[in-house]
């Protein structure tokens, strides 16, 4: 059983940068695709980026393009989510998603992922 941990989330100002990490424990990460969903309070669970295999494409929730970046460091089995210029909207509580290879299906569906970590708070103070 796969067990996903998220950590970097903390409290920034707009314009500032956070990097959030998720690594499993239980399995190689480049096994799987890896997401990041958040949600704010009061509002539905939104998908915000994934990646795929090592080296393969990554797709980005329009409202972040640009601004965000994931990325995998498979010999520190981990994935980032490098954010910057974070906007007051950015608050929410982010959540690492995992599915292994090879078949996703529509990446932005949260029941497509298999596994979930328990969440980190980002909080953009304007």
Known sequence: ????????????????????SC???GDTFSRYFTGWFRQA?????????????????????DSVKGRFTISR????????????????EDTAVYYCAAKRLPVL????SGSNYDYWGQGTQVTVSS
């Open 23 to 25: 690594a499993p424990s």
């Open 41 to 61: 309070p009061g509002k539905e669970r939104e998908f915000v980026a994934v990646i795929t295999w090592s080296g393969g494409p990554t797709y980005y929730e």
């Open 105 to 108: 299906g529509t990446y932005q």
């Open 73 to 88: 460091d498979n010999a520190k089995n981990t994935v980032y989510l490098q954010m910057n210029s974070l906007k007051p």
């Open 1 to 20: 059983q796969v067990q996903l941990e998220e950590s970097g989330g903390g409290l920034v100002q707009a314009g500032g940068s956070l990097r959030l």
